[in-house]
């Protein structure tokens, strides 16, 4: 069975007990980042194979991990923070499984996605999830087609581009448009701060540049 294992986004008691039992049964535990995943499993106390699993070698990771399975070995997969297969390696793995018709599951646990989407202070009975934009081509289009959306859009933001991404969403959005920049969710110094887009680039717009993890939440174009 390949189990797909959501992690704490950053507080680590965030973990849940059924994740904690499958760490401890599977055979190996294909990991993002070992020195991340490390850190959690020295948290909970449990040794287990870590063996990388990432953008860079999960397409020739494939056939090996199928073999695997087909021997009827269990295998865990956890990414860097929240749900894999959600800006992060986990699809092509899950995909193959069902097309091999091999067992599969995936455990519900910690997610940015949902954890900023009900905090923001957005509407989020309908949203968009678009994660990463791009960082060159196409990124002017999607900007075009989301401001266009009448549900609420959630994005992943890196925070050394926030500011240019606040700036891109005046101009596309219209500066006052409602939003939410969720910061370092669940850990010591989380930060949520919600207003216009205008609002929110003259509150981060400074010398003191933001740092940690970031989602930012936009209302849908309500026009």
């Not at 965030?14 to 499958?22: F, L, M, N, Y």
């Not at 070992?34 to 959690?40: G, T």
């Not at 196409?138 to 500011?163: A, H, K, V, W």
């Not at 969710?185 to 003259?202: I, Q, R």
Request: charged share 25%; hydrophobic share 35%.
């Amino acid at each position: 069975m390949l189990y797909l294992i959501p992690t704490p986004i950053g507080n680590l008691g965030d973990i849940t007990h059924r994740a904690v039992e499958v760490i401890k049964s599977v055979d190996y535990l294909l990991v993002e980042d070992s020195r991340i995943s490390s850190k959690l499993l020295q948290h909970l106390d449990i040794k287990v194979k870590m063996v990388p699993f990432h953008a860079h070698n999960e397409h020739r990771m494939l056939e090996k991990i199928l073999q695997d399975l087909e021997k009827n070995m269990d295998i865990g997969l956890m990414t860097d923070a929240g749900s894999p297969g959600l800006s992060d390696p986990g699809f092509l793995l899950m995909r193959a499984c069902r097309q091999n018709q091999l067992g599969a599951t995936t455990l519900p646990g910690p997610s940015a996605v949902n954890t900023a989407a009900v905090t923001s202070g957005i509407p989020c009975d309908k949203f968009f999830f678009e994660g990463f934009l791009p960082h060159k081509k196409g990124r002017r289009s999607r900007l075009e087609y989301l401001s266009s959306l009448p549900e609420t859009f959630i994005l992943f933001e890196s925070p050394f581009r926030l500011i240019r991404c606040l700036k891109e969403l005046n101009e596309h959005c219209g500066s006052s448009r409602l939003a939410s920049v969720c910061r370092e969710l669940t850990k010591l110094h989380e930060e949520v701060t919600y207003g216009s887009l205008e609002e929110l680039l003259t509150h981060y717009d400074t010398d003191k540049k933001p740092k940690g993890e970031i989602v930012i939440v936009v209302d849908g174009n309500r026009t």
